[in-house]
């Protein structure tokens, strides 16, 4: 066998139990935000057939994927990159059965073939957030929505995350305007999407390079830089970027929606956000950490044409994926994830369980652990040989367990000791009075 240290793949991590809880609280959030919000759970294979992901990106996306073909196989299959393509699927299999609207989420590892970086891994966990079969700015400010819901319940806040909204048609519609010709919209869409990777004199060439003279690159940088409060009169919006009220008029009903739920403060308008996705067909919106020192940590729109690229019939649709990469380095900077290394988000025990170390006693505490955990309680217990009961209390409290229950000579008796590790105080109780004591005591 090799000598050498065997460590994790480049990109991918190990999920230690403090670790582990972090993903869960995450998910706890994830989900509970899904549910509440009326989105039912799916999943589909770790792995598809390679043309799924070229149908809608073409064949350039190879390069971006773990791909494989079998032995003794001719199939190539990719592991996900990103679960849109197989809700296309997915929806298309049972099109003609699905009640309508379909509200869809999920939560799987995702893969990517590229040079893992801050904020980005090869593989990572990624909630995704789908309403199909509704169209207009109530689906999109629902959707929304949702994910903001889920920030809050992780404890970010306006403060923290801001969510910027624009809308592709806008925008074509304003660069039209400004001298973009029509089979050069998407290498300016490309180049918006590049914004904030690319500085000043190169953003300006490139713009020079879509055919604008001066006064159109002014009004381009213009476009590509403008964020203003979602709260912003319309016509406001118009004169910013210079241009008639009726190119962002798209905008108002979003605007609408999202200030009657009471989310204007989460919200922006951004013109520079377009997602480079070219399946994007309307509204789109990334959730970036408020000072813009993060990539950022989702991004969606809408996409009413995708399911009919599938083969499906032709259906409205948008939803989101926000990653816990990213969202995990905003909570972890904000302090929220500062109590998981003591343990905080790890599963908390009802009952510690130890003994004075007489046979008659162990044999007490095996019958407790068991009987319980058959009534529904979460039971620890030292695996120590001492009879110190100070240091058995020092590894209960290391587990944050509420209760100690501590078996002694009186257990023939049917009485145990419950010391409740909270208050500090602690009585003896009939065996029989356990499990009512401990249910009322949750």
Not at 327 to 342: F, H, I, N, Y
């Amino acid at each position: 066998m090799s000598s050498h240290k065997l460590q994790a793949p480049k990109g991918t991590r190990d999920w230690y139990p403090n670790e582990m809880s972090v993903r869960r609280h995450i998910e706890a959030a994830w989900r509970s935000a899904s549910v509440d919000s009326g989105f039912d759970e799916i999943e589909g294979p770790t792995f598809e057939h390679l043309e799924l992901y070229t149908i809608k990106s073409g064949e350039g996306i190879v390069n971006e994927l773990f791909s494989f073909t079998r032995a003794g196989g001719d199939d190539t299959y990719a592991l996900r990159p990103e679960f849109t393509p197989t809700l296309a699927r997915m929806v298309v299999a049972r099109a003609a059965q699905l009640p309508m609207p379909i509200k869809w989420f999920c939560m799987p590892a995702m893969f990517r073939a590229e040079r893992p970086q801050r904020g980005r891994l090869r593989e990572f966990q990624q909630w995704n957030v789908d309403l199909i079969g509704v169209a207009g700015a109530e689906a999109d400010a629902e959707v929304i929505a949702t994910g903001i819901l889920a920030l809050e319940r992780l404890g970010l806040r306006p403060t923290d995350v801001q969510v910027r909204i624009s809308h592709r048609d806008a925008v074509a519609n304003i660069l039209r305007r400004l001298g973009v010709a029509a089979e050069s919209l998407h290498a300016a869409f490309e180049l918006l999407d590049r914004r904030d990777k690319l500085d000043a004199a190169e953003f300006a060439k490139r713009a020079a390079a879509l055919g604008l003279d001066e006064g159109a690159r002014a009004g381009f940088e213009r476009v590509a830089r403008t964020t203003l409060p979602i709260a912003t009169d319309i016509a406001e919006l118009a004169r910013n970027v210079d241009v008639p009220v009726e190119d962002v008029e798209p905008l108002a009903a979003l605007r609408d929606r999202l200030s009657a739920l009471g989310l204007a403060d989460w919200c922006r308008w951004d013109l520079g956000i377009v997602r480079g996705l070219a399946y994007y067909t309307g509204m789109v919106f990334e959730f970036h950490e408020a000072s813009g020192a993060e990539r950022a940590i989702a991004g969606g729109g809408r996409y009413d044409t995708l399911v009919e690229l599938f083969g499906g019939p032709k259906l409205p649709a948008c939803g989101f994926g926000m990653g816990d990469v990213v969202l995990s380095l905003v909570l972890a900077d904000r302090g929220l994830l500062k109590d998981a290394e003591a343990g905080a988000f790890l599963p908390r025990p009802d009952v510690f369980l130890l003994s004075n170390g007489a046979e008659a006693a162990e044999r007490g505490v095996a019958g407790l652990e068991h009987s319980l955990r058959r009534a529904g309680f979460h039971v620890r217990r030292s695996y120590k040989q001492t009879r110190n009961i100070g240091k058995l209390l020092g590894d209960a409290n290391k587990v944050r367990a509420r209760f100690a229950l501590i078996v002694d000579d009186k257990f023939a008796d049917g009485v145990v000791t419950l010391k409740d590790l909270g208050a500090g105080t602690q009585a003896d109780v009939w065996r029989e009075d356990l499990d009512g004591l401990l249910r009322r005591a949750r």
